[in-house]
T-cell receptor, first 114, second 111 residues
Framework: DGGITQSPKYLFRKEGQNVTLSCEQNLNHDAMYWYRQDPGQGLRLIYYSQIVNDFQKGDIAEGYSVSREKKESFPLTVTSAQKNPTAFYLC?????????????FGSGTRLTVV | DQQVKQNSPSLSVQEGRISILNCDYTNSMFDYFLWYKKYPAEGPTFLISISSIKDKNEDGRFTVFLNKSAKHLSLHIVPSQPGDSAVYFCAASDSNYQLIWGAGTKLIIKP
């Protein structure tokens, strides 16, 4: 079964800690994205990558970092510089760099700062 | 500044009736529009889309209408079923092929 796997489903972070959210896809998609969802708001783009070893900042990249060393994997690190990290994080992939028709989403990771 | 707006946070509809979800946008350069459906604690799933060269696209119970002059699109679901209860996101594609998302509308189908 092809799809996107995000782990963990729930994550708790102490203030001042960095945490890494995993996103793996076996769809052979070129493009991958990280979004953040907050109550009453749409999905906001954090980072995206259109090819391996390349990634671009989205609208709210401050306090986050990513890597794209393999086509299948696009991990997101929430650093201590992110002042309000509690949110629902969604990873998505797309078959091509320019296509918008085929976004596939993972089931999300809920991050809570304790 | 929100470029894609869904002004109704929630909508309640009787089962069997028509559900109409609305979306407004401000950027006339958007050329592709999509609707996604999201259940709690899950990622959104693609529902239906429409290109700016069309004014209507239909897929089973779902129809999307686009009014470019009004910068408005709507999703019609008929007849509405209990499984349609979810949050519906409208999204638009910009010139960089990135999706700009609305805030979502929670649809509740009453039995």
């Amino acid at each position: 079964d092809g799809g996107i796997t995000q782990s963990p489903k729930y994550l708790f972070r102490k203030e001042g800690q960095n945490v890494t959210l995993s996103c793996e896809q076996n769809l052979n998609h070129d493009a991958m994205y990280w979004y953040r969802q907050d109550p009453g708001q749409g999905l906001r783009l954090i980072y995206y990558s259109q090819i391996v070893n390349d990634f671009q900042k989205g609208d709210i990249a401050e306090g986050y970092s990513v890597s794209r060393e393999k086509k299948e994997s696009f991990p997101l690190t929430v650093t201590s510089a992110q002042k309000n990290p509690t949110a629902f994080y969604l990873c998505a992939s797309n078959p091509t760099r320019t296509g918008t028709h085929g976004y596939t989403f993972g089931s999300g990771t809920r991050l809570t700062v304790v | 500044d929100q470029q894609v707006k869904q002004n109704s946070p929630s909508l309640s509809v009787q089962e069997g009736r028509i559900s109409i979800l609305n979306c407004d946008y401000t950027n006339s350069m958007f050329d592709y529009f999509l609707w996604y459906k999201k259940y709690p604690a899950e990622g959104p799933t693609f529902l239906i889309s429409i290109s700016s060269i069309k004014d209507k696209n239909e897929d089973g119970r779902f129809t999307v209408f686009l009014n470019k002059s009004a910068k408005h699109l709507s999703l019609h679901i008929v007849p509405s079923q209990p499984g349609d209860s979810a949050v519906y996101f409208c999204a638009a594609s910009d010139s960089n092929y990135q999706l700009i998302w609305g805030a979502g509308t929670k649809l509740i189908i009453k039995p």
